[in-house]
C-alpha cells in the first residue's frame, strides 16, 4: 500500500455516513488503511484542501465537481456518496405565508446554502415548471442551520432546505413544504460523492483501490439497513437519535454511475452553469482491476 493512514474531509451531514460506519465496522482497516474524517464546511471549501494536500479525499458535491472541472481543475471522483430521493430538498415556507405555488415566487427572496450550485439548479428546475426563470426571484445565502430562523424573521420569504432541517423547520417552527425541488428533471439526483485530484489518484492507486472498496460495501450496508444510518448520525453530526430516526433520507449507490452522473452535468449546461459540455466519463476514477 502506497499510503496507510489518509484524511478525508466529510460535512456532518447524513450524505457521507458510509464513512463513519467503514470506520465504525473496521472496513477500511481490513484493507489496511486508517482514515481520519476531517470536517469541512463545503465541498467547494474543501478543493483547495485537497490540491494541498491537507486533505487526500474529501466529500464534494457532483455540481461543485463539475463547475471546477469546467474552470480547468484536474479532479477525480473516487466513489459515489448520496443521491436525492422525494422530500430530501424542498422549498419551505413559513406557516402563515401567502406562498402557496411556485408561481408565487415571483419577486421573492429564496434562501440557499450556496449560491449558483445544487441549491440554484434544483430551485430553478422547479421556477422553469411554474414559468419562471431565476431572473423572476432574489436568491439570498445562509449555512442550513441558520436557515429557519432567517426565513422565519422576514430575511427571505422562503428556503431550500435539506434534512435535518426539513424536519426541524416543520416540527419547531411549524414550516411547510411548496414543492419537492428533486422532481421532474431532478427526481433520484445523484448529490454528492467522494473526490481526489488526478495527481493523487495516480501517485496511490492501490490506496485509492482499497477507499474505494471499502466505502462500496459501507455504502451497500447504509443502503440496506436504515438503523446503521440512525445509530451513526449521532457520533458527526448534531442529529440525535431521535430526530435520526424520523429524517426523509436519499439513497446511498454503491457505485458511480455515468449515466446518471451525466444528468447533473447536462442539466448544469441546460441551466448555463457551465459553457461547453462535460463528458462525465472523463472526470470518474475506474476502480482498478482486483
Do not use: C, H
Not at 457532483?62 to 466513489?79: D, E, N, R
Request: neutral net charge; aromatic residues 6%; charged residues 20%.
Amino acid at each position: 500500500m502506497e499510503k496507510t493512514t489518509i484524511k478525508v474531509g466529510a460535512l456532518p451531514i447524513p450524505d457521507p455516513v458510509a464513512l463513519y460506519i467503514a470506520n465504525a465496522k473496521g472496513f477500511f482497516k481490513e484493507e489496511g488503511l486508517t482514515v481520519e474524517p476531517v470536517t469541512i464546511t463545503g465541498g467547494a471549501a474543501a478543493l483547495p484542501q485537497i490540491e494541498s494536500g491537507a486533505l487526500d479525499i474529501s466529500q464534494t458535491n457532483y455540481v461543485s465537481t463539475f463547475l471546477a472541472v469546467s474552470k480547468g481543475k484536474k479532479i477525480k471522483l473516487v466513489a459515489d456518496s448520496y443521491q436525492a430521493g422525494p422530500n430530501t430538498f424542498n422549498i419551505m415556507v413559513p406557516k402563515d405565508s401567502p406562498i402557496k405555488t411556485v408561481a408565487d415566487l415571483k419577486g421573492k427572496t429564496i434562501m440557499v446554502n450556496n449560491l449558483n450550485n445544487i441549491a440554484t439548479l434544483a430551485v430553478e428546475t422547479q421556477l422553469k415548471v411554474a414559468g419562471l426563470t431565476k431572473a423572476d426571484v432574489k436568491f439570498a445565502e445562509k449555512p442550513f442551520p441558520e436557515m429557519g430562523a432567517a426565513v422565519n424573521s422576514g430575511q427571505a420569504d422562503a428556503g431550500w432546505i435539506t434534512e435535518p432541517f426539513i424536519t426541524a423547520t416543520q416540527s419547531g417552527l411549524g414550516f411547510r413544504k411548496l414543492v419537492d425541488t428533486m422532481t421532474g428533471q431532478t427526481e433520484n439526483l445523484p448529490i454528492a460523492g467522494w473526490m481526489a485530484t488526478e495527481e493523487w489518484a495516480q501517485k496511490y492507486p492501490k490506496t485509492l483501490a482499497a477507499f474505494q472498496r471499502a466505502i462500496a460495501k459501507a455504502q451497500q450496508l447504509a443502503s440496506t439497513d436504515r438503523k446503521e444510518i440512525e445509530k451513526m448520525l449521532p457520533t458527526y453530526t448534531k442529529i440525535d437519535a431521535k430526530t435520526a430516526s424520523v429524517i426523509t433520507l436519499g439513497s446511498y449507490p454503491s457505485e458511480l454511475n455515468e449515466n446518471r452522473l451525466q444528468k447533473v452535468a447536462d442539466l448544469m449546461l441546460e441551466y448555463g452553469y457551465i459553457t461547453s459540455p462535460i463528458d462525465v466519463k472523463s472526470v470518474i476514477a475506474a476502480p482498478s482491476a482486483g
